[in-house]
């Protein structure tokens, strides 16, 4: 069992920063010594790692990712080895992805095939969310197999994508009864597809064909409606926890916060995406390029009526949003993206972050949008409480598992294809972006698995973890 000291670094949690030397021994975290007490205490270690001057923060958490998910009539381009190896590049040990029932399959064959993609080959570790893509008798009985048996205790619901994932009001109310009996999260893709679809078929017999299409046939206010509805179904089913995913639009924000306001068991994530990307920037580019930023809920222009972006991070201040994740969904351009070319309704939804999150998020805490301490909780703490993983995750200290990030300030990382790249995408939906900071080393449950601009981990060093209830709930 190999022993890690990290040396002279602050140890940063949501409730502080402080200067600790930090002791792995084998996969778990042993102790943390204040400054001094490693020699006082002649405490030894197999290898030492130099963290003076740098920030030791739990391994990054992303609660939503898509791996090899098949949408859109493709894959997305990161297998679990490729999509967790980039993860690990960002600094990020864990991740939770999506296994998929599609309406008319099965629940636990769903989950099983899920297992399959991921066992043997990620580089950190890896847990599930089961997406419910049919309700009915039986995909309900599997929700509650699921919770006591799998490890498996949030629910993904769409109330977009009619004809695909998609659930009416009626099954929504029946999986969150079921949910509230069980203790199981609810998570909702809040967008009014109904309508949406009608939007899309407007505009497309106008000829409106290029990818900005996208954005403004998905309104902030459909998303907003959808938050509002999914909120007030919650609550006919008794406060049952609700998370928000990927939650992009000021009016969806504000149903939220009403409803915490009202001390109700509600949460939202945001993305990168919906805190840095405007229209203008991406989906308007000309010759179909916008393609490349095409995913749901849409990046949002910033012409709209509301501030986006400002309300978001406000919302991460305020803790509306509880969590940062990405929706990591890639999909190459050639190929892929190219479906849609002529029709943006066939352009495949989603772009690849997974690399990039704790990246773009420390420079939130350099502009001064977040304290350090924020970024930690939104992106490794609570993504640890809310999905059933603490204190085994998400936290320094003994007894955890030996996940952790060393975080240089004083580095620097340009993000580009040709530059900072390790997902299995053909294009960089991050290109330019340039981060005051730097990944320096990655210790996954106490293997290195990035050092020196190199990674040094291994496929199949994973672990599926199982998961408890959320212990985040009022
Ligand atoms: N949104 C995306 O952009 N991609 C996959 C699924 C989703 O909800
Ligand atoms: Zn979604
Ligand atoms: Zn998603």
């Known amino acids: 069992m190999t022993r890690t000291l990290i040396t002279g670094g602050t140890v940063v949690s949501p409730s502080g920063r402080s200067p600790f030397d930090v002791l792995i021994d084998g996969e778990t975290i042993a102790a943390l010594y204040a400054p001094g007490q490693v020699e006082a205490q002649g405490v030894t270690a197999d290898r030492t790692i130099d963290a003076t001057g740098k920030y030791v923060i739990p391994g990054g958490i992303d609660v939503h990712t898509h791996m090899e998910l098949?949408?859109?009539?493709?894959n997305a381009s990161d297998t679990f080895e490729t999509g967790t190896t980039a993860?690990?590049?960002g600094g990020?040990?864990?991740?939770?992805?999506?296994?998929?029932?599609n309406t008319g399959g099965n629940v636990i064959d769903g989950l099983g095939a899920w297992h399959e993609k991921a066992a043997g080959n990620c580089a950190i570790d890896y847990a599930f969310h089961q997406i419910v893509g049919g309700v009915d008798d039986e995909s309900l009985k599997a929700m509650r197999y699921l919770t006591e048996h799998e490890g498996v205790t949030s629910f993904k619901l769409f109330m977009a994508y009619p004809g695909v994932f998609y659930s009416d009001d009626g099954q929504i109310l029946r999986a969150m009864q079921t949910a509230g009996d069980i203790g199981a999260t609810i998570m909702m893709h809040a967008e009014n597809g109904i309508a949406i679809d009608v939007l899309v078929q407007q505009a497309l017999a106008r000829g409106e064909t290029d990818p900005k299409y996208h954005s403004s046939?998905?309104?902030?206010?459909?998303e907003g409606e959808a938050t509002s509805r999914a909120i007030v179904l919650a609550a006919v089913a008794g406060n049952i926890p609700l998370y928000i995913v990927h939650l992009s639009a000021s009016e969806a924000l504000a149903a939220v916060a009403e409803a915490r306001d009202q001390?109700?068991?509600v949460f939202a994530e945001t993305c990168p995406q919906y805190?840095?990307?405007t229209v203008e920037e991406t989906l308007a580019k000309p010759d179909f390029e916008g393609a490349k930023w095409v995913c749901s809920p849409p990046i949002r222009s910033a012409h709209d009526t509301h501030p986006h972006h400002a309300d978001m991070w406000k919302g991460l201040r305020s803790n509306d949003l509880a969590i940062v994740s990405t929706d990591h969904c890639p999909f190459c351009f050639k190929d892929q993206k190219e479906l849609g070319r002529g029709d943006f309704s066939k352009i495949p939804n989603g772009m690849g972050s997974v690399?990039?999150?704790m990246e773009l998020l420390y420079q939130g805490v350099v502009a001064g949008e977040i304290t350090l301490e924020r970024w930690v909780e939104t992106c490794c703490?609570?993504?640890?409480?809310m999905f059933g993983m603490y204190p085994k995750k998400g936290i320094i200290a003994p007894g955890a598992d030996g996940d952790v990030v060393v975080w240089d300030p004083n580095g620097h990382t340009s993000i580009g294809y040709e530059k900072k790249h390790h997902m299995n995408i053909d294009h960089s939906s991050w290109e330019g972006y340039e981060i005051d900071g730097k990944v320096d080393t990655v210790i996954s449950r106490g293997l290195v698995v990035m050092e020196d601009d190199t990674f040094t981990g291994r496929k199949g060093h994973g672990q599926f973890v199982k998961r408890g209830l959320s212990q985040y709930l009022v």
């Open 87 to 89: 993860a690990a590049w």
């Open 381 to 385: 703490t609570t993504p640890a409480r």
């Open 92 to 101: 990020v040990t864990t991740i939770v992805d999506f296994a998929v029932q």
């Open 355 to 357: 690399e990039h999150r």
């Open 275 to 277: 805190l840095y990307l």
């Open 217 to 222: 046939t998905r309104p902030s206010a459909l």
């Open 263 to 265: 001390s109700r068991n």
């Open 70 to 74: 098949p949408f859109g009539g493709t």
